[in-house]
């Protein structure tokens, strides 16, 4: 109880509550926190470390980031949410703080989009972890041609100029507009018509619902901010029966990687796949590791692979 009303008190601060709700809708860090709401790093530090105190905020290291994001008090999750739910309607600066929000969240993007930029049309030349061959031919063992693909995050297209010598249609996304026209160009100079390449965001994909048969994710989860909407995505443009693949890194600690390779994340645990997946409401869920690097920092790939149920299986 005295855990809770401490809470309330700090409730009672204008300031904090709108700290609070732009917690509850995202992880920010200090730096975004005085960029979205024009406060000073000591007043949002001094709020932070109350908050803290109150079991309203949590703190999260992502190298050498701090992200913050909203909690509540055992038993007081649906009083301190509702609280705050109201509290857009009399805080004049709600809508500003929600406007600013999103602007923030883009810039995040637009500095991934300027790393690939940089790398368009010599990426392939470049190394990336965990793009082995035998990653590869594991995945591509698995897959019954003629489909309609998703190559989600597909950079430079050399996964999906190989797709498309088997599949009936390949859609390639990523969110680099360099790395799409170069793709577009490597394949209409080699007469791929049944490829195509389209400008989008793996949380936005630029599909429509029950498009595709395969959605595959190469080494591109970990760029996605949220990779829960990504693969709610996957699950939205995939037919009844479509399924999903996931090639990434098994979770590292290879902290360089987030500035070497704008990495969002430092890969994924199979538990973290398998609750990503189940969570969007695929079935017949299969992980497993499948390479292993020799060298340092010794990469693994992990695969998923997973289907996404009729209407009549999902509605049951």
């Known amino acids: 109880m005295a855990g809770l009303l401490k809470a309330l008190r700090l409730l009672g601060d204008e300031g904090r509550v709108r700290l609070l709700r732009l917690l509850a809708q995202e992880e920010l860090s200090v730096a975004e926190l005085q960029e979205i709401l024009g406060m000073g790093q000591s007043r949002i530090s001094m709020q932070l470390s109350q908050l803290r105190q109150a079991g309203l905020v949590e703190l999260r290291r992502s190298g050498q980031k701090s992200l913050y994001r909203f909690t509540a008090p055992n038993g007081a999750e649906a009083l301190v949410g509702e609280m705050l739910a109201r509290s857009a309607a009399e805080i ?6 929600d406007a600013a929000l999103r602007l923030a969240l883009e810039k995040r993007k637009d500095k991934l989009r300027g790393y690939f930029d940089e790398l368009a049309g010599k ?6 972890p965990g793009r082995s061959w035998q990653a590869l031919a594991e995945m591509l063992i698995r ?9 989600l995050g597909a950079g430079e297209g050399t996964l999906s100029l190989m797709l498309a010598q088997r599949a009936e249609r390949v859609i390639s996304v990523d969110n680099s507009r360099k790395m799409v026209e170069y793709g577009a160009e490597i394949a209409q100079k080699h007469a791929v018509l049944n490829l195509e390449y389209r400008l989008g965001d793996l949380e936005e994909l630029p599909l429509d619902d029950e498009e595709a048969d395969l959605a595959l994710f190469h080494q591109s989860l970990h760029h996605a901010i949220h990779p829960e909407k990504a693969v709610a995505e996957a699950w939205r443009i995939l037919k009844p029966g479509g399924r999903i693949v996931i090639l990434d890194l098994l979770r590292h600690n290879f902290d360089e990687a987030r500035d070497v390779y704008a990495d969002v994340w430092l890969g994924f645990s199979q538990v973290e796949l398998v ?23 010794h ?8 289907e996404k149920r009729g209407r009549s299986a999902q509605s049951r």
Do not use: C, W
């Not at 990426?123 to 990336?128: D, K, Q, T």
């Not at 897959?143 to 190559?151: F, G, N, R, W």
């Open 92 to 97: 004049r600066e709600s809508g500003e703080d």
């Open 123 to 128: 990426f392939g030349r470049n190394y990336v």
């Open 143 to 151: 897959l019954l041609p003629p489909l309609v693909i998703a190559d």
């Open 275 to 297: 609750n990503l997946l189940g969570d969007a409401n695929f079935a017949e869920i299969q992980v497993s590791v499948v390479h292993k690097e020799q060298e340092t920092p």
């Open 299 to 306: 990469f693994e790939t992990v695969m998923a692979i997973a």
